[in-house]
Each structure stands twice: as structure tokens, then as C-alpha cells.
């Protein structure tokens, strides 16, 4: 109980950002894949606000990741949407959500993702970029055709 006598334990009680990306609606766990992606490792100074396994009406359990000054990119978003589908971007600038989207899962992703194939052609020391088709599920390599339905953060390349 606070000190008027509401309670308001439950609270989610994160800070506003002045301008830069909310990423919402983050499937429970995967915050720091998030951060992986988006290559933030605390050591550039960013300012980061992360929260795990928070309720969420339409997921039971979320991530919720704020990234202080630092609007995303459409590839940065078209990886998210591998580990993250359900999430939506909000753009802040001035304290104000001045954009706010769905995740949409693009037909393909290329030089993001590394084949766990060693036989590849992506893995052999080739000049090849790599390429994957998005499917239901997973991803589909576009040269050897190894599909990775778990782990598809850990082949991402940073």
C-alpha cells in the first residue's frame, strides 16, 4: 500500500523517453534478443529501459524495450519481426507517440541471419550473402534450405 493507502504495487512504473523507439508487445524472454539485434550492449552509453515478463492483456506475459534517441530502421524492424510478431513500434519525439505500427514479417530477410548449415555455401568462406524466405513458422535458408524454426536469434548476425 503507498502511503495514501492505494495500491499500486502492481504498477508498471517505467519513465517516459523524450524522443526515440518504444518497442512493445515483445514475446516474454526475448528483451535481450531485442537488444542483440539492435546491437545495444550497454557500452555505446545508449539509454535503455527494459522490462521482462510484465502482464500484457493480448500476451499474458511481455518485454517491453525503450530506446532513448534512436528511431529504427526498417531491416532492424524486419528482424524483430522474426522473434518478435506481435510487437508493435512506437516512435517518440518530444514525450509525443507520433507513430505507432504493427511488426509485419517480410516474405525474406538477406545478410542478417547466418545458416547453421556448415556445408552452406553462406558459411564457407564464399562471397555469398545470405538469404532466408520467411515461413509461418520459420525461416527457410535460400541456398541449402535448412530450416531453423527455434533458436532464429541465435543465427542473427550482429
Known amino acids: ?3 495514501n493507502g492505494d495500491d499500486t504495487s502492481h504498477q508498471l512504473r517505467v519513465s517516459k523517453i523524450h524522443n526515440g523507439t518504444v518497442i512493445d508487445h515483445v514475446r516474454a524472454g526475448q528483451a ?7 546491437g545495444i550492449d ?3 552509453g545508449e539509454s535503455v ?7 500484457s492483456d493480448r500476451l499474458a506475459r511481455k518485454d517491453i524495450v525503450k530506446v532513448e534517441g534512436r528511431e529504427l530502421s526498417q531491416d532492424e524492424v524486419d528482424v524483430l519481426s522474426l522473434i518478435a510478431p506481435d510487437a508493435t513500434i512506437n516512435i517518440v519525439r518530444e514525450y509525443d507517440v507520433v507513430e505507432k505500427h504493427r511488426v509485419e514479417r517480410p516474405d525474406a530477410v538477406s545478410g542478417v541471419l547466418s545458416c547453421p548449415n556448415s556445408g552452406c555455401i553462406t558459411t564457407a568462406g ?7 524466405e520467411v515461413l509461418k513458422d520459420g525461416v527457410r535458408c535460400g541456398y541449402c534450405g535448412t530450416i531453423v524454426r527455434e533458436g532464429i536469434a541465435d ?3 550482429t
Open 1 to 3: 500500500m503507498s502511503e
Open 32 to 38: 535481450l534478443n531485442v537488444l542483440a539485434i539492435l
Open 42 to 44: 550497454g557500452g555505446d
Open 49 to 55: 529501459s527494459v522490462g521482462m515478463n510484465v502482464p
Open 126 to 132: 564464399e562471397p555469398v550473402t545470405s538469404r532466408f
Open 155 to 157: 543465427q542473427i548476425d
